[in-house]
């Protein structure tokens, strides 16, 4: 194995010791994908319980209405990701991935501290949607900084030949992080009644949430440094260098990001929302949409990473992506034709493998394309600002169309549409080899 540049050098052993730094290697990767999980949890889990919330804090008497200003708050947490973007990409870049990290997921334990103690609109009044709408913010300014400074530690720690394998498991870690807030949901809307549900039980998973502030900066502060220091300085000329040298690939990265985040968001968390809203599910059946998607992811993206390491990066970025646009159709007129458990669950299953197989490896193509000096930047903005465009109002427009439309199959048109302007940028992205090297 190569050696791992580093702000420290005895933090890793030298090429002739490939078993300690094959230790080191784990280490930072198990600490990176578990303080990730954590993190993208935290963030995931409010989409979930969107119907309750707009309930509990959006005092409107149409049922529409309120999930229609619930999933507006949850898209508010997108609005802040690209200044998260910015400030802590920068800041990883210029400090380090490390102390960028560290510093994301103190700001994600306030975000959630605040929506799961926060009173309802009938004992506070108008306080109360303020405070979900402040603490959507800082979570998604937290989010906005973890997701580029996660992809890139993992990037620069992998051997070459394992780069897409070692940074697929971020987005992995997201399915994780889907799967564990809706298993707690179903377990939750399984034991309690509806009306303990809304009135205490959804709080139980922001409260679960908090364990990300201790066990998070714990877990973080175990991890060994990847970035050397830079010879630039101040966010201003990172942001500078970056845009000036690189601002093609970053655009590029944006739309790459409109099929992979609108898919993510309604496959991962609305997909429980439409079950209940449109098909008229029942809500613990609902909660196993996200439970499915996000094992799938969890599976789906290392497999996708494994291939990109052996056959490059560009045919698993696109195949599957092709393979989601020809199946969306088929899968909902199943889905919607039959509208029972199984089949439903066997098509989200089927959307999300081809999902998670591309965009994994998409996220670990742009920072391999992109020199270390720059590299946490560009994947943060690329991601953050078009996740906050695409992936931040899927649901508020989802739920539109739907009403609007009065069709179930309005989501598919808009699932396709998303992942067709993706693939045409996905042949404008041209990484390196898997073997390449990228220090």
């Not at 989802?398 to 439309?405: E, F, I, K, P």
Request: net charge positive; aromatic share 10%.
């Amino acid at each position: 194995m190569a050696p791992v540049v580093t702000r420290n050098p005895e933090a890793y052993q030298s090429a002739a010791m490939p078993s300690a730094a094959s230790t080191v290697s784990r280490r930072g990767m198990a600490a990176a994908i578990l303080g990730n999980w954590l993190e993208f949890y935290d963030f995931t889990v409010y989409g979930l319980f969107a119907v309750t919330i707009g309930k509990q804090f959006f005092p409107v008497e149409s049922e529409s209405g309120r999930l229609l200003l619930s999933l507006a708050t949850f898209g508010v947490g997108f609005v802040m990701r690209p200044l998260g973007g910015i400030l802590l990409g920068a800041y990883a870049d210029r400090q380090g991935r490390k102390a960028a990290l560290t510093l994301t997921i103190a700001i994600m334990a306030l975000g959630t501290a605040m929506i799961g103690l926060t009173p309802s609109y009938a004992q506070i009044g108008i306080a109360a949607p303020l405070l979900i709408v402040l603490a959507r913010l800082l979570q998604g300014l937290s989010a906005g900084g973890e997701m580029g400074a996660a992809t890139t530690y993992l990037v620069e720690l992998a051997p070459r030949g394992k780069r897409g394998f070692f940074g697929s498991w971020q987005y992995a870690t997201q399915g994780l992080a889907s799967m564990t807030a809706a298993l707690l949901g179903f377990g939750l809307a399984s034991a309690l009644s509806p009306e303990s549900m809304e009135a205490w039980g959804w709080r139980i998973p922001f409260l679960f949430g908090l364990l990300i502030g201790p066990v998070g900066v714990y877990i973080r502060r175990q991890m060994n440094e990847t970035a050397d220091p830079r010879p630039i300085s101040g966010t201003r000329s990172v942001l500078r260098t970056l845009l000036t040298n690189h601002g093609r690939l970053v655009v590029v990265g944006m739309l790459t990001m409109f099929g992979s985040s609108v898919t993510a968001y309604v496959t991962g968390s609305y997909f429980t929302t439409y079950a209940i809203h449109t098909l008229h599910m029942a809500t613990d059946t609902a909660m196993l949409a996200s439970v499915v998607g996000g094992l799938v992811i969890l599976v789906g993206c290392p497999i996708g990473g494994w291939l990109s390491d052996r056959v490059g990066r560009r045919p698993v970025m696109i195949i599957p992506r092709v393979l989601f646009i020809l199946s969306v159709f088929p899968a909902f007129l199943v889905i919607t034709g039959l509208q029972s458990s199984a089949p439903f669950l066997l098509m989200v299953a089927i959307l999300s493998l081809f999902q998670a197989m591309s965009a994994g490896v998409v996220l670990v193509a742009i920072p391999e394309s992109l020199p270390r000096a720059v590299r946490t930047s560009g994947l943060s903005i690329a991601y953050s600002v078009g996740v906050a465009i695409f992936g931040g109002t899927s649901q508020f427009v989802a739920t539109w169309l739907l009403d609007s439309t009065g069709n179930p199959m309005a989501l598919a048109w808009y699932l396709a549409g998303a992942n067709l302007v993706s693939l045409i940028a996905l042949f404008g992205l041209k990484p390196p080899q898997p073997t390449a090297d990228i220090h």
